[in-house]
């Protein structure tokens, strides 16, 4: 069982980790300093939006 349960294991903090990353990678306000808060804006409108 413990061979079956160590992938999924590593699959799922995988997943939750690139969702944990794409959530936080527009908000930051790195981007917005050093872009125009225009693009970093939008992004964050079409995944509210889309719900991905």
């Known amino acids: 069982m413990?061979?079956?349960?160590?992938?999924?294991?590593?699959w799922l903090g995988?997943?939750?980790?690139a969702m944990a990353a794409s959530?936080?990678?527009?908000?930051?306000?790195?981007?917005?300093?050093?872009k125009p808060s225009q693009n970093p804006h939008?992004?964050?409108k079409r995944w509210?939006?889309?719900g991905n």
């Not at 413990?2 to 590593?10: H, I, T």
């Not at 995988?14 to 980790?17: G, T």
């Open 23 to 34: 959530a936080q990678v527009p908000p930051p306000p790195k981007v917005a300093g050093g």
């Open 48 to 50: 509210q939006l889309g």
């Open 42 to 44: 939008n992004k964050i």
């Open 2 to 10: 413990q061979f079956c349960v160590k992938p999924f294991a590593l």
């Open 14 to 17: 995988v997943c939750l980790w």
